[in-house]
């Protein structure tokens, strides 16, 4: 068994105690909670709805929900460290409840686009948040990925059914990060000392064009899948309903710069000292999803 005693970062021996995951039923927390404990530490995973929640075994299900911050103070009982997504609610205000709890480390994992405008809504959301968490007196770590790779989990539907996916801007590039590499970068700024203060950026380890991620799921499965374009006006009818207006017309702008997405970050090789995850490799671990 894992010693629960630890020299903490003033040096005093002290009980590390559980480690509380928000976000834990999501793509990168679920990753997280996984690889946590397999590194056999004691996680505690947070969920708006414990009934319907599948984790892992031996981890510890609360509930809570960032709308309400004080329904956050039982998960935190006895935790000093937290992985933190923004997702909704005050940000100051779970920031606060946080620190008061006693939390001394705390990963967090967010969104920042540092081009868009201080009034910009989603934006200004982030950056107070990202603000209350810099000045908490916690050790924290930022993670801003690159987008996720599971966000073509979006296509399952229309491939299961039909074996295709439409989709506009097919040449549309994006270095889409593997939700696990994601995920160690957190479990390592959990665990390891060093990373205190750093915001990390990680991407895949090359651009993958949409509609080549399409084939690569195609030859994952072991059939072919069709890339249907659509122009910007089909792709806001087809995704009305799926997402926000906003999010829809965000994601339009995006498309409008084919490389915009393309940057790959040296962090996860840097942090993990090995390369990113590939696309073709995320495309075989989900091959069954979409099967
Ligand atoms: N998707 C991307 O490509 C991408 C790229 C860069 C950054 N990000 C950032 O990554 C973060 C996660 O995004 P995601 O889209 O991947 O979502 P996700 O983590 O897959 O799912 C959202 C998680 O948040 C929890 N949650 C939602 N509302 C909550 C609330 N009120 N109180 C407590 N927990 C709540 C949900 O838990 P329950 O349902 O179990 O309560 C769920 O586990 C966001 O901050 C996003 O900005 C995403």
Redesign the pocket.
Known sequence: MKDVFAFDRYGFLGFMGPILV????????GSVVRQLREAGEEVRA????PSS?RLPAGVEVVG????EPSSLVAALRGVTRVHL?????DGPAIVEVLARAGVERLTH???NDPSKPDDDPLESWHRVFRRAIESSGMAWTHL?????MG?TREWVPSIRAEGVVRAPFGDWTSAMVHEDDVAAIVVRALLEDGHEGRTYQPTGPEPVRRRDAVRLIGEAIGRPVRFEELTPEQAREHWRGTYPPEVVEWFLEMGRDPDGQAWVSPDVADVLGRPGLTFERWAHDHAADFS
Do not use: I, K, Q
């Open positions: 928000t976000g834990a039923t999501g793509t990168v927390g947070l969920t708006r709805d929640a809570g929900s960032f709308l997504v923004s997702m909704e609610g994992l967010g969104h801003f990925p690159g987008e996720f966000n």
